[in-house]
């Protein structure tokens, strides 16, 4: 199982990433964990400083969009 954070307040693009997390997770057949971090000190701490973040087994990915979900899967496969 793979652990995917998704960093934000919880805006409409930080729903639509774990949407878009869930949609490649299962396209793959993978299991994934979705953790919602909200915490701006723990964000700053990875290094976010533009929402929506995404991280794989806390290694940050993508910052400041929305990935697509073929670009996810890259991330998720890869």
């Known amino acids: 199982m793979k652990n995917v954070q998704v ?6 693009k ?10 490649a997770a299962k396209e793959l057949g993978l299991e994934v964990s979705i953790e919602k971090v909200t915490d701006i ?3 700053m701490e990875m ?9 794989i087994e806390g290694v940050v990915k993508s910052t400041g969009h929305v ?6 899967k890259a991330l998720l496969a890869a």
């Open 14 to 23: 930080c729903v639509e990433l774990a949407k878009r997390v869930e949609a």
């Open 7 to 12: 960093l934000g307040k919880g805006c409409s």
């Open 41 to 43: 000190n723990k964000m």
């Open 47 to 55: 290094g976010v400083m533009v929402t929506p973040g995404l991280a």
């Open 67 to 72: 990935p697509t979900v073929a670009a996810i």
